[in-house]
T-cell receptor, first 114, second 113 residues
Framework: DAGITQSPRHKVTETGTPVTLRCHQTENHRYMYWYRQDPGHGLRLIHYSYGVKDTDKGEVSDGYSVSRSKTEDFLLTLESATSSQTSVYFC?????????????FGSGTRLTVV | GNSVTQMEGPVTLSEEAFLTINCTYTATGYPSLFWYVQYPGEGLQLLLKATKADDKGSNKGFEATYRKETTSFHLEKGSVQVSDSAVYFCALSKGGSQGNLIFGKGTKLSVKP
């Protein structure tokens, strides 16, 4: 989507290896989010950020860490990937009107852990 | 806690049929309500929204009305097209420190010619 890009788009990795997914925005938005999407579960929030170096956990944060050293970048790291982390990961951004304005989503990263 | 419940899918309709996808929510106060659409292989896109009771959101022929008395935000379209085939997500936002979006599980719509 315009203003937000995710990389890589696809990745296959082995169990136990570290993996980092990147979300980059050009909108200068304050809020950034990482979700995972799985069949039967919809979208579940992993972590979010409300500013540089300000992050908090979502409902499914175990096994994941995040970092935000610049406004435009929000990194999601799987310290030691497991098969249960095979999923499609979406990044989203929102501005100061997040309660009423909604989010803008990236195109997703399909991660397969073998 | 806050939650969103959507009708189970998949929903299969013929072109030009009437569409309703039910969505109800649980939240204290006055959340904002949203419908997102996800086309195959893509991320979610905001379809429409309503920020207070009795508001009607509309876009691309889709409509939804914020009904506080029934805690509902049902999505409707009078005549669906094949191009409407997608997954639809209902979501709410409470604002403040709880302002993160909470999503329903999604409803897959398939429209046959």
């Amino acid at each position: 989507d315009a203003g937000i890009t995710q990389s890589p788009r696809h990745k296959v990795t082995e169990t136990g290896t570290p993996v980092t997914l990147r979300c980059h925005q050009t909108e200068n938005h304050r809020y950034m989010y990482w979700y995972r999407q799985d069949p039967g579960h919809g979208l579940r929030l992993i972590h979010y950020s409300y500013g540089v170096k300000d992050t908090d956990k979502g409902e499914v944060s175990d096994g994941y860490s995040v970092s935000r050293s610049k406004t435009e970048d929000f990194l999601l790291t799987l310290e030691s990937a497991t098969s249960s982390q095979t999923s499609v990961y979406f990044c989203a951004i929102s501005g100061r009107d997040r309660e009423t304005g909604g989010y803008t989503f990236g195109s997703g990263t399909r991660l397969t852990v073998v | 806690g806050n939650s969103v419940t959507q009708m189970e899918g998949p929903v299969t309709l013929s072109e030009e049929a009437f569409l309703t996808i039910n969505c109800t929510y649980t939240a204290t106060g006055y959340p904002s309500l949203f419908w997102y659409v996800q086309y195959p292989g893509e991320g979610l896109q905001l379809l429409l929204k309503a920020t207070k009771a009795d508001d009607k959101g509309s876009n691309k022929g889709f409509e939804a009305t914020y009904r506080k008395e029934t805690t509902s935000f049902h999505l409707e379209k009078g005549s669906v097209q094949v191009s409407d085939s997608a997954v639809y997500f209902c979501a709410l936002s409470k604002g403040g420190s709880q302002g993160n979006l909470i999503f329903g599980k999604g409803t897959k719509l398939s429209v046959k010619p």
